[in-house]
């Protein structure tokens, strides 16, 4: 059984929809998993923010702005008065549930309740379109297998007994429909994989169910060398091992969720990325075998805040960098990047929530100093210790870039450097001109 992914533009009209099927419909058995129309999903966080807001006007604006486009995609979708009918009363269910959160208070349940509907929208729909189409196909409620455990990590052992118990509800069935992105938590509220979370359902679908390939299609050819959006004149990518493409995914390469590899991975199930504007490009094959190019691709991720901390106690002190490190740990603040020297470290977080109480502890025995504002580019490729001169090459093409922070040898895959964020685009045009 193969699992697909769809992502927000492959399924972002109605005759985006329409030409889904062709791809879709070639008896091949396969879990077919979507993510919400595109903007759908910043469309519902507007109206989380407005009702967290209590700006009920803006809501009631926004939810009934989206109606109309959803209305409009029904007009186009379906050729028979049947199916008009059916999506009409399907669209008007959804939107009845929205317009219910404009109360007094709002919950960060309620939100991610609102945030599921972009899923359970497209999902419905498409299934509808397949029903007039006359190809078979179930839609299986994600809701109902796809489960997060107290640390928002996929609970495997969960998800592969209860996806199998819904699948074999249909042992005839080929073709199975489902929703991305969404899921449940330990307490059973619905919940998210987080924003670019579908590309997550499709791999943790994947290992559970064994699949022998998982394709996530977007709207570009596969991984390119570096961010298209930056920079002008990038390619795809032909293959990539399953620890190049987790660097790139978790430094920024936004075709990718950060942790949708590792599901993949652990099984050793390929991941290819394909287009669904052009599906005959050969895309991005991502697999265990180790791949021989020096440089493979470069990513950027922004909104990064570095913290420099310097010791006041006597060098050599030891047990520092646990007390460091346990500040971070009791704030669930994952650490991005690090450096050290004997008597101070800096590294870098994403996650500022807890900064002003990390700040204030580490105070107590050091001397503190933040920047925000900040960008890790990371250079990904084959940096193994007999390689040498891609250090240089890499220095070499940021030389009129300063850089605050370096670092190589936690991963023979990567060196990452941090800089000001302004100064992206300069450094990934560098790269791309001193590497390839
Ligand atoms: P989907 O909605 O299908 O999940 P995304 O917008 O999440 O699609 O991801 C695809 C986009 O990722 C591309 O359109 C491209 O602009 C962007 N992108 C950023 N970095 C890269 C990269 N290195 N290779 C390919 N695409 C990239
Ligand atoms: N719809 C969700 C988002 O926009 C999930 C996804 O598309 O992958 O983030
Ligand atoms: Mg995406």
Redesign the pocket.
């Known amino acids: 059984m193969r699992v697909l992914k ?5 399924v972002g009209s109605a005759e985006r929809m329409h030409a889904l099927v062709d791809i879709i419909n070639d008896n091949v058995p396969k879990i077919v998993v979507l ?1 919400a129309m ?1 903007g759908t999903t910043n469309n519902l966080v507007e109206i989380s923010n407005a009702l967290y807001a209590k700006d009920t006007a803006k809501a009631k604006q926004l939810i009934d702005t989206m109606y109309n486009k959803y209305k409009e995609v029904v007009k186009q979708l379906y050729k028979t008065e049947k199916e008009q009918t059916k999506g009409n009363q399907l669209i008007d269910s959804h939107f009845d549930y929205l317009r219910d959160f404009i109360k007094d208070v709002f919950t960060v349940n309620d939100e991610r309740a609102i945030l599921a509907q972009g899923e359970l929208l497209s999902t419905a729909l498409f299934h509808y379109y397949l029903e007039e189409a006359g190809v078979d196909s179930v839609l299986l409620p994600a809701l109902n297998f796809m489960r997060i455990d107290e640390n928002e990590e996929p609970d495997m052992k969960y998800i592969e007994t209860h996806i199998q118990l819904e699948l074999d509800k249909y042992p005839n069935c080929k073709l199975f429909i489902t929703q991305g992105y969404i899921c449940r938590n330990e307490f059973g509220d619905i919940d998210n994989l987080k924003r ?1 979370g ?2 997550y359902t499709g791999t943790i679908i994947g290992a559970a169910i064994r699949s022998d390939e998982i394709q996530i ?4 050819d ?8 930056v920079v002008d004149k ?1 390619y795809p990518i032909a293959e990539l091992s399953f620890d190049e493409a987790a660097e ?1 995914a978790y430094f ?4 990718l969720h950060p942790t949708c590899i590792l599901p993949a991975q652990m099984r050793n199930i390929p991941v290819r990325l394909l287009n669904t504007m052009q599906p005959q490009a050969k895309g991005t094959l991502i697999s265990s075998k180790a791949t021989e190019d020096i440089f493979k ?1 470069v ?1 950027a991720k922004d909104g990064i805040t570095a913290i420099k901390i310097k010791s006041v106690r006597m060098l050599l002190a030891y047990g520092f960098l646990r007390s460091v490190f346990e500040i971070f740990e009791r704030y669930k603040t994952p650490i991005d990047m690090i450096t050290t020297s004997e008597v101070s470290v800096s590294l870098t977080i994403d996650n500022v929530k807890n900064l002003d109480a990390i700040v204030t502890e580490l105070q107590e025995f050091c001397s503190v100093e933040v920047n925000t504002d900040q960008t890790i580019v990371c250079v990904v490729g084959n940096f193994t210790a007999e390689q040498q001169g891609y250090a240089v090459r890499i220095l070499e093409a940021l030389k009129n870039i300063p850089i605050h922070m370096i670092s190589y040898g936690g991963s023979e895959n990567n060196v990452s450097v941090l800089i000001d964020s302004k100064l992206k685009k300069d450094a990934l045009i560098a790269l791309n001109k001193g590497l390839f």
Request: glycine share 16%; charged share 15%.
């Open positions: 769809f992502g927000g533009t492959s993510s595109s670019g579908s590309d299609w977007t709207d570009i596969g991984m390119h060398n570096n961010d298209p959006r990038t790139l920024g390469a936004k075709i691709a990513a």
